[in-house]
């Protein structure tokens, strides 16, 4: 089986592929992941040596580095999608810390769980209900709102790195809600001209047609 745990800004997304003759171990692996998990030190500092690792990765790349600027030019210091992540404030965040946030959001009202495959539906209905017996429902904190920035006219940053030897332009804006009804059609007019990084149309004009790599 392969396992796959990720988070952002808005949800956590742990996943588990396996054959259907092995669905148990999904089963088993991930209700343990998601409804007791121990948060062992060990783990906890390899994971922040591999977050500062990607942060000094990210000041070294110029267009990561330029991202990152750019997020929170946009967003600013007032909303999540605008903070950026600093080694201090990474060293600041404790055993105790993960373990009360798990504690206040990993509820079963609070999660979605999806199954896709070759499966006998109330097999393994039986199965999550084994494996996810005594995973407790409590109340839910409620969630901060943030209020989104209203630009007006424009705004540049320049950031100068005189040790890197090529430069990152960003430009960009607000998007559009992911509930709005052009949301689709707007991602793939985006992607069509721009967005892609080696299709788009920009960059078949400027790395194929103008030679520039």
């Known amino acids: 089986a392969t396992f796959e745990a990720r988070a952002d800004v808005e949800e ?7 054959r259907a003759a092995d669905a148990e171990i999904c089963t088993r692996s991930i209700a343990e992941l998601v409804a007791w ?33 750019f997020e929170n030019l946009l967003w600013g210091e007032d909303h999540p999608r605008g903070w950026s992540i600093t080694p201090e404030a990474l060293a600041a965040i404790t055993r105790e810390d ?20 070759v499966v006998d539906a109330k097999a393994f209905e039986g199965r999550l209900a084994r494996a996810f017996a005594g995973w407790k429902n409590g109340d839910l904190p409620g969630h901060p709102t943030f209020v989104e920035p209203a630009w007006t006219g424009w705004r540049v940053r320049l950031v100068d790195r005189p040790d890197q030897d090529e430069a990152s332009i960003v430009l960009g804006h ?10 689709i059609a707007a991602m793939l007019v985006s992607q069509s001209l721009g967005g892609a990084r080696y299709d788009s149309r920009f960059a078949r004009i400027t790395r194929t047609s103008g030679g520039h790599r």
């Open 12 to 18: 956590t997304f742990i996943t588990c592929q396996a």
């Open 37 to 69: 998990p121990t948060f062992p030190e060990g783990e906890i500092r390899g994971v922040r040596d591999r977050i500062e690792n990607g942060l000094r990765a990210v000041r070294e790349d110029p267009r990561r580095f330029a991202l990152a600027h």
């Open 98 to 117: 993960l373990t009360a946030w798990h504690a206040a959001f990993f509820r079963p009202s609070n999660a979605v769980l999806v199954v896709a495959g």
């Open 174 to 183: 607000l998007g559009i809600a992911n509930a709005d009804a052009d949301r």
